[in-house]
C-alpha cells in the first residue's frame, strides 16, 4: 500500500498559478504510474495528469499548455504546476500512485480559483 499527502492548495486569482505536491511513502517500489485528478462541485472526479515511473507524462486537454507534471524521485514526490488558472479550475484536486494490482489515493487538496 502506498500513502499519499497532497499540498499547496489554496485560493488564487484567475491568472494566478499554485503549485501542488504529493509526497508518497510505503510501496514505493510497487508504483507503476502517479498523477491527478480533480473534483468539482457536483461534478465527476476527472483526469487532469499523469507521470509513469520511466517519466513519460500526459495531460488533459483542459490544462495543456497550463499544467505540468514533473517529479522528484529522490524526494517520492510527484508536483502539478498550475499557471494560467481559470474559475473552472476549481475543484478538490486528488493524487493517486497506481501500481499492478491497486490505486491508492490522498485525501485531496483545495483549489479555489475566484478574484
Known amino acids: 500500500q502506498v500513502q499519499l499527502v497532497e499540498s499547496g492548495g489554496g485560493l488564487v486569482q484567475p491568472g494566478g498559478s499554485l503549485r501542488l505536491s504529493c509526497a508518497a511513502s510505503g510501496s514505493i517500489s510497487s508504483i507503476a504510474t502517479m498523477g491527478w485528478y480533480r473534483q468539482a462541485p457536483g461534478q465527476q472526479r476527472e483526469f487532469v495528469a499523469t507521470i509513469t515511473s520511466r517519466g513519460i507524462t500526459n495531460c488533459a486537454d483542459s490544462v495543456k499548455g497550463r499544467f505540468t507534471i514533473s517529479r522528484d524521485t529522490a524526494k517520492n514526490t510527484v508536483y502539478l504546476q498550475m499557471n494560467s488558472l481559470k474559475p473552472v479550475d476549481t475543484a478538490v484536486y486528488y493524487c493517486?500512485?497506481?501500481?499492478?494490482?491497486?490505486?491508492?489515493w490522498g485525501q485531496g487538496t483545495q483549489v479555489t480559483v475566484s478574484s
Open positions: 493517486y500512485a497506481q501500481a499492478l494490482s491497486r490505486t491508492d
